[in-house]
């Protein structure tokens, strides 16, 4: 037999799928945004950044990358093809292990990821830029408190 839901607990789902709906039109709003400036700007589209940005954090082997965006590795090797035909990143043998392949940004690589960068978070700081302080104070640290993998508070 089930148990009867309780009304916090109703209140509960339809704020989750609130929050569901709101992050996808979020997301979706921003790459309509921001998208054509990356690609007009910076010859690199949402899934380029990403992966540019990734292996300047430390993934530098195909594998982690795959793991990190959580794409196949054939998909994630065609998307690094793109990178090295701009010229942007350079594969070689990895010094401490042979059979591994070793991901680098070349100079352009590094400076079109910081300037990427600079052009998303323009974007996105104007649209944060719409709360008031306090406000935005308040979202980024409840923002960040649901961004926590599993951490309680």
Request: charged share 30%; with cysteine; proline share 5%.
């Amino acid at each position: 037999m089930n148990k009867p839901v309780s009304p916090e607990r109703d209140k509960l789902a339809d704020q989750a799928a609130l929050y569901l709906r709101t992050m996808q039109q979020l997301h979706q709003g921003l790459a309509r945004q921001v998208e054509p400036v990356l690609i007009e700007q910076h010859g690199i589209d949402f899934r380029l950044y990403f992966i540019i940005r990734n292996i300047e954090s430390g993934a530098v082997h195909p594998g982690a990358l795959s793991k990190i965006l959580r794409l196949p590795n054939s998909v994630v090797t065609r998307h690094l093809d793109q990178v090295v035909e701009r010229g942007l990143l350079e594969r070689s043998l990895d010094p401490d292990d042979s059979r591994r392949i070793k991901l680098t940004l070349t100079k352009e690589g590094q400076r079109v990821a910081r300037e990427a960068h600079r052009t998303i978070c323009g974007i996105v700081g104007a649209r944060l830029e719409r709360l008031a302080p306090a406000r935005r104070e308040a979202f980024l640290s409840a923002f960040s408190a649901l961004a926590a993998d599993g951490d309680e508070e």
